[in-house]
């Protein structure tokens, strides 16, 4: 009786219960690595890390961006391969022994500011391949105070007993100091809306 009167019900139940088994499918067929960004986006972001794959023979990204730019990457090296002039490129003709696997990456692990997993990609046949900068030291902040050197001295340098020492260094004399600096008188505040007692 109840389902007679609210039809409406059987029909929102039946609609969820398809969208839960539609959602629980595999993504077959579903090959694009989208990145998080739009198809535009995506495809300017893939293009300009061949172009400096190309130009710098190696880079250094993010694992999944590495891995969607290996397939491009191989693709223009075949398409290199083709010999006409449109698509001839250099990494072309170091590589024309090789029948695919281009690229190679390499996993470097987390990314410091937020865990991002890195990695390098580069050409297998690269002749020439640049290193990394080696990273410049952080200045301590504090001063560690220097450690005296200690004194190995032989003991053909050292004085015998026979010996007078040598006579003792004059005292230091004190430098004179600089009378103290006068103390900063404070600065008046000034009080907005206020009249100030010493105006």
């Known amino acids: 009786m109840a ?3 609210r039809p409406y ?17 595999m993504r077959h067929q579903k090959k694009t690595i989208k990145l998080g960004r739009t198809a535009d986006h995506r495809r300017a972001l893939l293009a ?3 172009c400096a794959l190309i130009q710098h023979q190696r880079i250094k ?8 730019v290996r397939p491009l990457a191989e693709r223009m090296v075949t398409l290199g391969k083709n010999g006409s002039i449109h698509a001839r490129h250099d990494i072309a003709q170091r590589s024309a022994e090789r029948n695919g696997g281009y690229t190679r990456i390499i996993k470097l692990g987390a ?8 990695a390098f990609i580069e050409w297998v046949d690269a ?3 640049a290193e990394e900068k080696p990273k410049k030291e952080k200045k301590a902040k504090h001063k560690e105070p220097e ?17 007078p020492k040598a006579e003792a260094p004059a005292p230091r004399q004190e430098e004179p ?23």
Do not use: Y
């Open 147 to 163: 450690a005296k050197p200690q004194q190995t001295t032989s003991e053909a340098e050292q004085p015998t007993r026979e010996e």
């Open 9 to 25: 019900l059987l029909l929102a139940n039946s609609k969820r219960l398809c969208e839960d088994r539609v959602s629980s499918r």
């Open 111 to 118: 990314r410091k500011s937020d865990s991002a997993r890195m």
């Open 3 to 5: 389902l007679r009167q």
């Open 127 to 129: 002749e020439h391949i």
């Open 48 to 50: 300009n890390q061949v």
């Open 177 to 199: 100091t600089a009378p103290p600096a006068e103390e900063p008188k404070p600065k008046k505040r000034r009080w907005f809306g206020r009249k100030s007692d010493d105006s």
């Open 61 to 68: 990204t993010t694992l999944a961006k590495a891995k969607a």
